[in-house]
């Protein structure tokens, strides 16, 4: 094992797909019920992978929450929403999360992903998806590294490609 | 390697994120359409060896569709632009044809 970045498969999170309108009030009202925060800025996350919500697409936003609060958090967003027009998913099940932790983290995924992964580029708080070598991903940084989601039908194959790039030497290039 | 700007995303995404999508602005022509309307939405299509206004599908991405004016000869890139609209906007025209006067596409120019 090389000390690029330590990669682990780290347990479900709770995890809530919200469509819909962004600059209406009561989704702005709800997100900020669900997970504390604003709706974040395009190619932002606000808060983290326990509690928080990154910014998807123009109408997508992904809310993360305790495991064990999803169907709680999800009659709240209803109940907030009332009849404006939303849609919520529970995706928890759906997706596999990884930690790659380590100083030169953004190493292991340059290699895999189209993705220019400079600090000054891509700082902390930052929210990309993209593609990891031939799978849909996402990844965002945060203070000690990435933390990475994709399918979790998928989860062997990422794992797969995150070890072995995680292995390579160090090239610096970041 | 060929990079658009996806102008909902705001990231340079490269070619291997992206799916392409065939020629932009297409008119489409229903069941009650002329026979020579409906062919020519179905078939005829425009293939410039220069300026292109092309689709593109932001597919690794956010998943949204969007259009990009692109020399199909130089891979130069003259902008990208959300899908909802049926006209290229002035701005990426006007660049264009600083750079290939007498540019023309379709009805465009």
């Known amino acids: 094992m090389s000390d690029l970045a330590t990669v682990d498969r780290a347990p479900a999170r709770g995890m809530i797909t919200l469509r819909g309108d962004f600059t209406s009030s009561k989704l702005k009202r709800a997100v900020k019920a669900a997970t504390g925060h604003a709706v974040p800025k395009p190619g932002r996350i606000a808060g983290d992978g326990h509690k928080g919500v990154a910014w998807m697409s123009p109408d997508e936003l992904l809310l993360m929450v305790p495991y064990e609060d999803v169907a709680s958090t999800v009659d709240n967003i209803a109940s907030d929403m009332g009849d404006t027009h939303y849609l919520t998913v529970d995706v928890s099940d759906a997706r596999a999360v990884f930690s790659i932790t380590g100083p030169d983290a953004n190493e292991v995924l340059a290699r895999l992903c189209p993705v220019d992964l400079h600090k000054d580029s891509f700082a902390i708080g930052g929210f990309r998806r993209t593609r990891l070598a031939q799978v849909a991903a996402a990844f965002w940084r945060h203070d000690t590294g990435f933390d990475l989601v994709c399918f979790r039908s998928v989860a062997d194959y990422a794992e797969g490609v995150l070890q072995r790039s995680a292995l390579a030497r160090k090239t610096g290039a970041l | ?109």
């Open chain 2, 1 to 109: 390697m060929l990079i658009l700007e996806c102008p909902y995303c705001g990231v340079q995404a490269d070619e291997t994120e992206l799916h392409a999508g065939g020629e932009a602005h297409l008119k489409r022509f229903g069941p009650d359409s002329s026979e020579e309307d409906f062919e020519g939405y179905l078939f005829v299509r425009e293939n410039p060896k220069g300026v292109h206004l092309e689709r593109w599908r932001h597919s690794a991405g956010c998943g949204k569709w969007f259009h990009a004016a692109r020399c199909t000869m130089t891979l130069e890139v003259f902008g990208t632009y959300p899908a909802q609209t049926l006209a290229p906007p002035k701005y990426i025209i006007e660049r264009i044809k600083d750079k290939r006067p007498g540019w023309s596409w379709r009805n465009f120019s």
